[in-house]
């Protein structure tokens, strides 16, 4: 009797039927990917923290030589860049938040599941979800401490609890559904989303998940195709930027931020640098 691996018998292929095979093995591997819609509500207020075009500007500029004069503080401006926006100026949760949040719930699931196998069975499809809210964003201010800094005042934007947004997960058959729900509501309770969440210390961005009807995925997913809104950096700064031969740190920040929205968060353009997905 023999052990190990079954045999599997060859396919003779040559130039008259090689494209035919190749497109039957295409389809037969695109037919192992399912799709599940999600709508997520929140539990408790989401607090957004988005880095501005004048954060991003100031960064870039001072590691190219060129820092701007420094301004007065305006919480109101402030706050209104705080928060994410797709290209037609609505407030969404970019997806691959929500993704670095879900790969993060793995350790939340008891060992059903591997961030590994999340990162590579794994997508959120589209670029960001449009959320849906029954009160307006309000400005959140507090005093914060970044490292040995001095406390400073920020403004940034926070939703009441209530507020939901759909999002269409799509893995592969060798990632169950109950693999990816309980990641994904181990995200919910155990990590968050956006700034101040359980993963780090707080309490705000924990969520809720309830599985949708599959008729409902066309229309999530001509919501969630408008990419976020992009960071306009002065040209004069990228100029200089790029022909430095020796970026600093937070030069390389600045545009590892702004590439991983302007670049990977599009299709057909390359970013610099990769940024963590977790604020």
């Not at 030589?65 to 928060?83: N, T, V």
């Not at 994410?84 to 929500?98: D, H, Q, S």
């Not at 591997?114 to 990162?119: G, N, P, T």
């Not at 969440?197 to 309490?203: F, I, L, N, V």
Request: charged content about 25%.
């Amino acid at each position: 009797m023999s052990f190990g691996k079954k045999k599997t018998e060859s396919v003779k292929f040559d130039q008259s039927n090689v494209s035919m095979l190749a497109s039957q093995a295409l389809a037969e591997r695109r037919s192992s990917l399912v799709q599940l819609a999600f709508r997520v509500r929140g539990e408790t207020p989401l607090l957004m923290n988005r880095w501005s075009n004048k954060a991003i500007g100031m960064m870039v500029g001072a590691m190219a030589g060129q820092k701007p004069p420094k301004e007065a503080k305006d919480l109101q401006e402030q706050f209104e860049g705080s928060h994410y926006r797709n290209e037609r100026g609505e407030p969404v949760i970019p997806c691959r938040i929500l993704k670095a949040s879900i790969i993060e719930g793995a350790i939340d699931t008891d060992g059903v599941t591997s961030k590994a196998e999340l990162k590579r069975g794994l997508r959120v499809m589209g670029y960001t979800s449009p959320i849906r809210s029954k009160t307006p964003i309000e400005m959140d201010c507090r005093i914060v401490k970044v490292g040995m800094g001095k406390p400073d005042m920020r403004a940034r934007s926070t939703i009441a609890a209530g507020y939901h947004f759909d999002v269409v997960l799509q893995f592969n058959t060798g990632l169950t559904p109950d693999k990816v729900v309980a990641a994904f509501e181990g995200a919910g309770n155990a990590i968050g989303i956006c700034e101040f969440r359980p993963a780090k210390g707080g309490d705000f961005g924990t969520f809720s998940i309830e599985v949708l009807d599959q008729k409902e995925i066309p229309r999530i997913l001509k919501e969630c195709s408008s990419p976020e809104e992009e960071y306009k950096i002065p040209p004069e700064y990228l100029r200089a930027f790029k022909g430095a031969k020796a970026p600093t740190d937070m030069g390389r920040k600045a545009l590892a931020v702004m590439g991983h929205v302007n670049g990977d968060a599009k299709k057909g353009k390359k970013a610099p640098v990769h940024a963590n997905g977790v604020s």
